[in-house]
Structure formats: structure tokens, C-alpha cells
């Protein structure tokens, strides 16, 4: 027996908390001390093993670190994995789970399972502790656009841990026979559970390092798990459950259904909610939501793999560029510097002087409170330096009441591809108004 096990009280069982030292999580006690539990805080290199206790909480991103590199032309991701420590901690858990004990995973961050770059994509599926147990043939993980606080709890012992830390970065789905429990939803989607009643898997926002919620975070998580723990081994195991009556199979069918179509309503939202970023976004982000307006939106086949990341080009059916874009956010409106730029890269591009080129620009992105604040005219002088310089300005704000005017069928992508072809000066949408300013 253990010393650990030596000092606990009757009744009380001893869990780790690994790898908190890496998000400053940890505190100046090694130990938080509980009625039902002691949480012993381990720093990411102990020598201790997971074994050696009932339960073991620990982290997203503890075995792997992703880093974002830039030079001046290009930039990519630099990954890096500490596979010995991660191979002997997955031995630990594996015998922690075959004796009985528990290991909750805390997801705090997106799994970032693939990277593309440069049209090449590398796949990070088993890198990190979490992915491991998490890669089962039935079962598939996708990580969202945003983190969403919007969880919908579906076990009591979780309710008030997810009603002041819950935060989702991803959603699962399953299929078949699984040893699945739902702890929480995001919308239909499963955001949170438990499998085979011994691995926890818990969306959250982590406390501040300097926060005084720290010690509240842990004893609501560890009160949580430990409850649920006690009632799972009294509830039917997961290989009971599978034993279905007539009545239960046919409510199981029409939940099946009804899920699906909140699943379409879900995803259908969610790429409407999308199209709306290029109201907000900036740099590289915003190139991809732009992109992702026009492709998803509006249907256009849009080539946006260039060094300079701001250039991207619309192409017709064969692959032939159609029109030239450039995409940039600017904390206040248009200058005539960037009308002079969209001219150099469609210059570099080797394209004539003449060849149909926008500029869509998302204006006024800091400290705008309301639509109209954000919806500030394009100065006269930049609208006749564009014309003078064959270049057509499209505000992002005019770019998705575009959109709407093609989901009210009032005007089609043919419409307004023929305007980017052919038009310069600003092109300004209002309503179901549609406006080309010249000067």
C-alpha cells in the first residue's frame, strides 16, 4: 500500500491531477483535501504513476504543442510531441482503467487532429493522451469554427460545473452498439460523456492561472466525477443497456430522427452564423471567411492558395481565373493605399492592367457597437482612385447583403459575377438597393 493510501480517511479516494503545471493550474499545496477525495497536484515529470491512484484528471495539449511560425513570405505550423512520456502514460492508463479507476480528460482546446498547408495536410490523430482514447472505429470527433458556451447538460452531478465553466471547441458522434454515455449537448450534437463508465470527457474553460476560482474549478469538476462515478456503479452497465424492449426501440427510431433533423437545423445555422464572421475578422481569418462566403454562399470556386495570403482569384468551371480579389480588414475605412496595393498584386499575378479586380474590405473593425456605426460611406476620393485605377470596392458589410439578396432569389451569382467583371468605382448594397458609385 501506498503512503497516499495510508493517509486517507475512510471512505476517501486518491486522485492525480496531471500535467497542471504546464497552464499554471497548480497550486502551492501539492494537495486539495476533501471529505470524499484528495487531489494530489503532480507536476508533468513525476515519477509517480497513474496506477498508483483511484482517478487521474489531466489535459488537452499536455504530450503535444502546436506553434504558429511566419516569415516574409509564408507561414506554417510547427508541431512537436513528447512521444516517450506520452507511450509510458498511455501503459499507466491503460492498468488504471483494468483496475477499476478513472481518467477524466479536460478539453479546453480544439484536438487540431490535421494541419493543411500549402495544400499538402498532415494528420495529428494520436498525439496526445486524449486522442488516443479517443480513437475508436465508431466514433468520430470534429473540431468547430469557434468555442460555443451554449451547453446543454444532460447529468445532474455536471449541472453546475458546466453552468459556470462549460465551453465547447468540439462535437462527437457515434453509430452502432457503444459503451457511451451523454454528460452534455451542444444543440443534438454530444459535446461531453463517458465511456465504458470510466473515461470523462470534459468541455470547459480552464480558471485564470492567478484566478482564486482555481480551487472552486477543481472541487466542482472532482465533485462532479466522483458522484457520477459512485452512481455508475450502481446504474446499469453499459452492456445491460444493450438489451432493448419493443416500446424503448421504438422511441429510440423516432429519437434517432428527430435528432437528425436538429442535426441539419444545427449545421445549417451554424454555416449561416459563419457567413457573418466577415463582418467581424481580420488578417488571415478573414481571408478564409471571405472564401468561405463565396464558395459555401454564393457558389463560386475560388483559388486562394498564394504566398501573400490577401490574394485570391474566382474561377470559372475550368479552372481559368475570372476575376482577381484582394481581401484586407482595416480598423478604419478605405485608403488609397490599398487601392495602390491591389493594383501591384494584380501587376505580380502577371495580369493586364484591365483584368477585373476587387477589393473586398472589411472597414471599421475596432470599437464599432452598432450596423450603423459599421456602416460608414467609402470617401469620394478613394471611390474616383479606384475607378482610375480599373478596380471595383466591395465592403464585406456590402459583400453579405449580397447574399441576402441571392437567398431571397431577388438577384443570382451570375448577377453578380457579371458586376465583379465589369464594373469598378464602390459597389454599395442598402436594402434591396443596389448602387455603383463612380466618384
Same mark, same amino acid.
Given at each position: 500500500m501506498s503512503k497516499e493510501e495510508t493517509e486517507l480517511r475512510e471512505g476517501q479516494i486518491s486522485i492525480m491531477v496531471y500535467g497542471a503545471d504546464k497552464?499554471?493550474?497548480?497550486?502551492?499545496?501539492?494537495?486539495?483535501?476533501?471529505?470524499?477525495?484528495?487531489?494530489?497536484?503532480?507536476?508533468?515529470?513525476t515519477e509517480r504513476r497513474f496506477s498508483e491512484f483511484n482517478g487521474v484528471i489531466t489535459f488537452q495539449r499536455v504530450f503535444e504543442k502546436f506553434e504558429q511560425k511566419t516569415s516574409v513570405y509564408n507561414a506554417w505550423t510547427v508541431h512537436d510531441c513528447d512521444l516517450d512520456a506520452l507511450d509510458r502514460r498511455e501503459k499507466e492508463a491503460s492498468i488504471l482503467i483494468k483496475n477499476g479507476g478513472f481518467i477524466v480528460f479536460l478539453l479546453h482546446t480544439p484536438f487540431k487532429d490535421s494541419v493543411r498547408e500549402n495544400s499538402k495536410t498532415t494528420h495529428?490523430?494520436?498525439?496526445?493522451?486524449?486522442?488516443?482514447?479517443?480513437?475508436?472505429?465508431?466514433?468520430?470527433?470534429?473540431?468547430?469554427?469557434?468555442?460555443?458556451?451554449?451547453?446543454?447538460?444532460?447529468?445532474?452531478?455536471?449541472?453546475?460545473?458546466?453552468?459556470?465553466?462549460g465551453a465547447v471547441w468540439s462535437v462527437f458522434s457515434y453509430y452502432g452498439s457503444f459503451p457511451w454515455?451523454? &454528460?452534455?449537448?451542444?444543440?443534438?450534437?454530444?459535446?461531453?460523456?463517458?465511456?465504458?463508465?470510466?473515461?470523462?470527457?470534459?468541455?470547459?474553460?480552464?480558471?485564470?492561472?492567478?484566478?482564486?476560482?482555481?480551487?472552486?474549478?477543481?472541487?466542482?469538476?472532482?465533485?462532479?466525477?466522483?458522484?457520477c462515478v459512485k452512481k455508475l456503479c450502481i446504474d446499469l452497465p453499459a452492456w445491460a443497456d444493450e438489451?432493448?424492449?419493443?416500446?424503448?426501440?421504438?422511441?429510440?427510431?423516432?429519437?434517432?430522427?428527430?435528432?437528425?433533423?436538429?442535426?441539419?437545423?444545427?449545421?445549417?445555422?451554424?454555416?449561416?452564423?459563419?457567413f457573418k464572421r466577415v463582418l467581424v475578422?481580420?488578417?488571415?481569418?478573414?481571408?478564409?471567411?471571405?472564401?468561405?462566403?463565396?464558395?459555401?454562399?454564393?457558389?463560386?470556386?475560388?483559388?486562394?492558395d498564394d504566398n501573400y495570403r490577401e490574394d485570391i482569384q474566382i474561377l470559372d468551371e475550368k479552372g481559368v481565373p475570372l476575376v482577381l480579389g484582394e481581401v484586407k480588414g482595416t480598423t478604419r475605412g478605405v485608403k488609397r493605399e490599398f487601392?495602390?496595393?491591389t493594383d501591384s498584386h494584380r501587376e505580380r499575378a502577371g495580369l493586364s492592367s484591365e483584368f477585373p479586380t476587387v477589393l473586398i474590405i472589411n472597414t471599421h473593425t475596432k470599437n464599432t457597437r452598432t450596423?450603423?456605426?459599421?456602416?460608414?460611406? %467609402?470617401?469620394?476620393?478613394?471611390?474616383?482612385?479606384?475607378?482610375?485605377?480599373?478596380?471595383? %470596392?466591395?465592403?464585406?458589410?456590402?459583400? %453579405?447583403?449580397? &447574399?441576402? &439578396?441571392?437567398?431571397?432569389?431577388? &438577384?443570382?451569382?451570375?448577377?453578380?459575377?457579371? %458586376?465583379?467583371?465589369?464594373?469598378?468605382?464602390?459597389?454599395?448594397?442598402?436594402?434591396?438597393?443596389?448602387?455603383?458609385?463612380?466618384?
Open positions: 497552464f499554471g493550474l497548480s497550486f502551492d499545496s501539492s494537495e486539495l483535501d476533501d471529505r470524499n477525495y484528495k487531489l494530489h497536484f503532480l507536476p508533468y515529470d495529428y490523430l494520436d498525439t496526445d493522451l486524449v486522442k488516443r482514447f479517443l480513437n475508436w472505429d465508431k466514433l468520430q470527433r470534429e473540431d468547430l469554427d469557434n468555442r460555443c458556451t451554449g451547453i446543454r447538460c444532460v447529468r445532474e452531478e455536471f449541472r453546475r460545473f458546466f453552468e459556470l465553466y454515455r451523454n &454528460l452534455a449537448f451542444l444543440g443534438s450534437r454530444p459535446a461531453s460523456m463517458v465511456i465504458a463508465d470510466r473515461l470523462f470527457f470534459v468541455p470547459c474553460l480552464l480558471p485564470r492561472k492567478l484566478n482564486e476560482r482555481k480551487e472552486e474549478f477543481y472541487h466542482l469538476l472532482t465533485d462532479a466525477v466522483v458522484t438489451f432493448l424492449l419493443p416500446k424503448e426501440q421504438t422511441l429510440i427510431e423516432e429519437q434517432g430522427q428527430l435528432s437528425g433533423r436538429l442535426e441539419e437545423i444545427e449545421k445549417e445555422h451554424s454555416t449561416l452564423t459563419r475578422g481580420n488578417d488571415d481569418g478573414l481571408v478564409d471567411d471571405v472564401v468561405y462566403l463565396l464558395t459555401k454562399g454564393l457558389g463560386y470556386r475560388v483559388n486562394s487601392i495602390n496595393q450596423l450603423q456605426e459599421k456602416d460608414q460611406e %467609402i470617401p469620394s476620393e478613394q471611390v474616383k482612385h479606384a475607378v482610375k485605377m480599373n478596380i471595383l %470596392i466591395i465592403r464585406t458589410l456590402d459583400l %453579405i447583403r449580397l &447574399l441576402v &439578396l441571392v437567398q431571397k432569389t431577388s &438577384l443570382s451569382p451570375d448577377n453578380i459575377m457579371k %458586376i465583379f467583371q465589369t464594373e469598378v468605382g464602390w459597389l454599395c448594397v442598402s436594402g434591396d438597393d443596389i448602387r455603383l458609385h463612380k466618384e
